[in-house]
């Protein structure tokens, strides 16, 4: 893990400036921010590790606890709610057999909940791997999840 993280940081030019960034680039690597590379990228740094989990912690889009391969966001945002979020939202953890805020056991899919996805015209909406889905049908529901492999 020390290695890729120092990797990481390197491409920065271990610049303190580059935090977000930094840590963005570790959790894609990983799926999440893990204690360890989070104690790395601070050491190399040279910064407090305090400073490095204010700022894991500050962004919702940072996440300390393994997530899966696929992170399937549904929006909650009120012109997403008027237009049948929940319903959405019902559709997609039926699906994926999963609660808002869980991860398969085989670590394939997160389902989580934001407030807006920027894409109100399209609502309800939901983002699959940064791909976009304006109000699926169920069947089209199982064909998004069979595609994540």
Do not use: W
């Not at 940072?62 to 959405?88: K, N, Y």
Request: charged content about 25%.
């Amino acid at each position: 893990m020390a290695s890729k993280v120092q990797e990481i940081v390197e491409k920065y030019r271990r610049d303190k400036g580059q935090l977000v960034p930094i840590l963005q680039d570790i959790q894609t690597e990983y799926c999440y921010l893990p204690k360890a590379a989070l104690e790395e990228a601070a050491k190399l740094l040279d910064i407090p590790i305090s400073r490095v989990y204010g700022v894991a912690t500050f962004f919702k889009a940072f996440s300390l606890t393994p997530q899966g391969r696929h992170l399937v966001r549904v929006c909650l945002g009120t012109a997403c709610q008027v237009r049948g979020a929940p319903r959405l939202l019902d559709r997609t953890a039926e699906a994926l057999k999963l609660a808002p805020g869980e991860t398969s056991p085989d670590m394939r899919f997160t389902l989580s909940t934001v407030n807006c996805l920027g894409c109100c015209a399209l609502g309800p909406v939901m983002v699959v791997d940064k791909k976009y889905h304006s109000n699926p049908s169920t069947s089209e529901l199982q064909r998004i999840v069979e595609a994540a492999k």
